[in-house]
T-cell receptor
């Protein structure tokens, strides 16, 4: 049962461009939405997270936009750099319930 | 402050053998989670443990898989009689309490030949 759908599966962006990755969820009880960055051979690392009481959260070049009514959230990477090349996963969970549901991942390649 | 540690990093087993994967949480963390990642897929939740207790094992296959987190020592994910379909990367994560950020280990890549 896939509760978090992520797109696109892969993304190629030129250096300096904006990378946009989208996720949609089904369970309205979810109230914690993190994004993880994973480099080859490494474990996922938390990049940025949002709760549904705000519609946007920005940390440096990374921004999460959240649309509660549409049950969608997205990650925007501004001024994308080759070092951002990695696989990005969105996830969702209910507070206090750590059965976190992950999207299938987006492999981002930033070309120099 | 060391992060989450997992060992071995790579494990090769023949069909029918047992695989034991170990996870040491971050210092001060008493909650551990195990996830499985198949190639080109996201992480799938398997089990959530606190010291000496299994809190949620809803993602764990009913047969051949078991997990423990003893009072002393690392958490262990045990797979008995491995099959080729068990080949995957297994990640554990830990946090201080159930509301905190989960920190992931580097994973164990299991290959069943």
């Amino acid at each position: 049962q896939q509760q978090v759908k992520q797109s696109p599966q892969s993304l190629i962006v030129q250096k300096g461009g904006i990378s946009i990755i989208n996720c949609a969820y089904e369970n309205t009880a979810f109230d914690y939405f993190p994004w993880y960055q994973q480099f080859p051979g490494k474990g996922p690392a938390l990049l940025i997270a949002i709760r549904p009481d705000v519609s946007e959260k920005k940390e440096g070049r990374f921004t999460i936009s959240f649309n509660k009514s549409a049950k969608q959230f997205s990650l925007h990477i501004m001024d994308s750099q080759p070092g951002d090349s990695a696989t990005y996963f969105c996830a969702a969970s209910k507070s206090g319930n750590n059965d976190m549901r992950f999207g299938a991942g987006t492999r981002l390649t930033v070309k120099p | 402050n060391a992060g989450v540690m997992q060992n071995p990093r790579h494990l090769v087993r023949r069909r029918g053998q047992e695989a034991r994967l170990r996870c040491s949480p971050m210092k001060g963390h008493s909650h551990v989670y195990w996830y499985r990642q198949l190639p080109e897929e996201g992480l799938k939740f398997m089990v959530y443990l606190q010291k000496e207790n299994i809190i949620d094992e809803s993602g764990m296959p009913k047969e051949r898989f078991s997990a423990e987190f003893p009072k002393e020592g690392p958490s262990i994910l045990r797979i008995q009689q491995v099959v080729r379909g068990d080949s995957a990367a297994y990640f554990c994560a830990s946090n201080r309490d159930s509301l905190g950020e989960q920190y992931f280990g580097p994973g164990t890549r299991l290959t069943v030949t």
